[in-house]
């Protein structure tokens, strides 16, 4: 891969694997790394070594199931991280915790069950967090806790049966939320309490029978919301 200079030989090259340092060819400038549709089923942690500068890594449409716990540690700079498509079942706590500056992150169309309770921490300047099409099944009151600066939040096509009353308390940005084809049965007292600044709400195709007002006092914001095909009577 060192003598690799044009970033699109990257993409489609069947990869199965990457050595470490990988990439030590390529000058500290470069701010795009493209790996899509690729075979990468595992990340080691010095992968990466030397892309102090990259701002974007994309890496959907492969078969990654695990990724180290420093995988990401010299990629500092980076804004912008895709995961989407791959066979990723859990998130530890200390896989994004390098990641302080990044802006938007995609994990959809994995195989997620479990994010641990710190999983997100480091991620204050997150804007946009795409979590669809996985297999969550429950949102608890510490999840989202650091992410202040979120304006996006992508939930549908999960499990999701529960969320807690106190998951969404902090982002108070949020302008997106979309839960669409979960199992909601119903909304915890006060979990738009502070969702000042929602504007689109789906909740389309969940189970919901009962919607109180009280769970929608504050959205003063809210243009579109999306209540089809629940049990609403």
Same mark, same amino acid.
């Given at each position: 891969?060192?003598?690799?200079?044009?970033?699109?030989?990257?993409?489609?090259?069947?990869?199965?694997?990457?050595?470490?340092?990988?990439?030590?060819?390529?000058?500290?400038?470069?701010?795009?790394?493209?790996? +899509?549709? /690729?075979?990468?089923?595992? *990340?080691? !942690?010095?992968? =990466?070594?030397? &892309? #102090?500068?990259?701002?974007? @890594?994309?890496? +959907?449409? /492969?078969?990654?199931?695990? *990724?180290? !716990?420093?995988? =990401?540690?010299? &990629? #500092?700079?980076?804004?912008? @991280?895709?995961?989407?498509?791959n066979m990723l079942s859990k998130i530890n706590n200390a896989v994004f915790s390098y990641l302080n500056k990044l802006i938007y992150l995609d994990l959809r169309n994995n195989r997620l069950i479990d994010i641990e309770n710190k999983a997100f921490d480091k991620l204050e300047e997150l804007k946009y967090l795409y979590l669809s099409f996985n297999k969550i099944q429950f949102i608890n009151e510490n999840m989202f806790k650091s992410l202040i600066n979120l304006e996006t939040l992508k939930l549908s096509n999960n499990k999701i049966s529960k969320i807690d009353g106190s998951s969404l308390k902090y982002l108070k940005k949020l302008h997106n939320l979309n839960l669409e084809e979960n199992a909601l049965f119903r909304l915890e007292k006060g979990l738009f309490d502070n969702s000042i600044e929602l504007v689109y709400l789906n909740l389309a195709t969940n189970i919901l029978k009962n919607l109180k007002n009280y769970n929608l006092n504050n959205l003063k914001e809210l243009k579109i919301l999306d209540l089809s095909k629940n049990r609403i009577r």
């Amino acid at each position: 891969l060192v003598s690799f200079h044009i970033i699109d030989t990257f993409k489609e090259q069947s990869l199965e694997f990457l050595d470490e340092c990988a990439f030590c060819g390529l000058k500290n400038s470069q701010k795009f790394i493209d790996l +899509n549709y /690729n075979m990468l089923n595992y *990340i080691k !942690n010095k992968t =990466f070594f030397g &892309l #102090k500068d990259t701002s974007e @890594l994309i890496m +959907n449409h /492969n078969k990654i199931k695990t *990724i180290e !716990n420093d995988v =990401f540690s010299y &990629l #500092k700079g980076l804004t912008r @991280l895709e995961l989407g498509y791959n066979m990723l079942s859990k998130i530890n706590n200390a896989v994004f915790s390098y990641l302080n500056k990044l802006i938007y992150l995609d994990l959809r169309n994995n195989r997620l069950i479990d994010i641990e309770n710190k999983a997100f921490d480091k991620l204050e300047e997150l804007k946009y967090l795409y979590l669809s099409f996985n297999k969550i099944q429950f949102i608890n009151e510490n999840m989202f806790k650091s992410l202040i600066n979120l304006e996006t939040l992508k939930l549908s096509n999960n499990k999701i049966s529960k969320i807690d009353g106190s998951s969404l308390k902090y982002l108070k940005k949020l302008h997106n939320l979309n839960l669409e084809e979960n199992a909601l049965f119903r909304l915890e007292k006060g979990l738009f309490d502070n969702s000042i600044e929602l504007v689109y709400l789906n909740l389309a195709t969940n189970i919901l029978k009962n919607l109180k007002n009280y769970n929608l006092n504050n959205l003063k914001e809210l243009k579109i919301l999306d209540l089809s095909k629940n049990r609403i009577r």
